[in-house]
């Protein structure tokens, strides 16, 4: 079935280094990634998201890739700040169902040291 | 504009008890997501409901499990029979018109915890 792994599952940078999470997806139909961000006690958060027709995509500090042809995409956070320390999900849809079905990685703890 | 609504925060059960989770989406969305999410794991899709209809359930376990999105109200996730291991956090999210597959938006959630 549909699978998208996420590495590393746990990562610490210092204050105002940059992060890189991995995924990787099976599903060659995937076209829609987006990258959520969990906080303690809420509800995920759509922090970008990017279409299998563009390669990057960028939104001030927050920037994701994506090779088509490798099924890998990745998150990269520049500058980071203590508040950037979450958990993050990164997702693939499973088309053509077309149904709102996100398949989500394992999660990444990212802890920003001040 | 609130954003997607989900009561109770915490529910506490006893075994075969009932659960009952709602979730009242963004304003101006029509399409509504139950996703279950245990511990240290990743969030996995349940349902996929519009208005008075069951689109997708192929993430809903055959028994005890049901959902609804009324005409009139919020969506309502429905646990019967509830076993320890339906202990989890449940996540409701909402998308709008036309784009049922992006952009979802999610609400804080109901942690359940069967006793």
């Known amino acids: 079935g549909e699978n998208v792994e996420q590495h590393p599952s746990t990562l610490s940078v210092q204050e105002g280094d940059s992060a890189v999470i991995k995924c990787t997806y099976s599903?060659?139909?995937?076209?829609?990634f987006p990258w959520y961000k969990q906080e303690l006690g809420k509800g995920p958060q759509l922090i970008i998201d990017?279409?299998?027709?563009?390669g990057e995509k960028k939104d001030q500090r927050i920037a994701v890739t994506l090779n088509k042809t490798a099924k890998h995409f990745s998150l990269h956070i520049t500058e980071t700040q203590p508040e950037d320390s979450a958990v993050y999900f990164c997702?693939?849809?499973?088309?053509?169902?077309?149904?709102?079905?996100?398949?989500f990685g394992q999660g990444t703890t990212l802890q920003v040291k001040p | 504009n609130a954003g997607v609504m989900q009561n109770p925060r915490h529910l506490v059960r006893r075994r075969g008890q009932e659960a009952r989770l709602r979730c009242s989406p963004m304003?101006?969305?029509?399409?509504v997501y139950w996703y279950r999410q245990l511990p240290e794991e990743g969030l996995k899709f349940m349902v996929y409901l519009q208005k008075e209809n069951i689109i997708d359930e192929s993430g809903m376990p055959k028994e005890r499990f049901s959902a609804e999105f009324p005409k009139e109200g919020p969506s309502i996730l429905r646990i019967q029979q509830v076993v320890r291991g339906d202990s989890a956090a449940y996540f409701c999210a909402s998308s709008p018109p036309g784009r049922q597959n992006e952009k979802l938006f999610f609400g804080s959630g109901t942690q359940l915890s069967v006793l």
């Open positions: 304003k101006g969305h029509s399409h």
């Open positions: 599903d060659s139909a995937s076209n829609y």
């Open positions: 990017i279409r299998s027709n563009v």
């Open positions: 997702a693939a849809n499973t088309p053509p169902s077309n149904t709102g079905k996100l398949i």
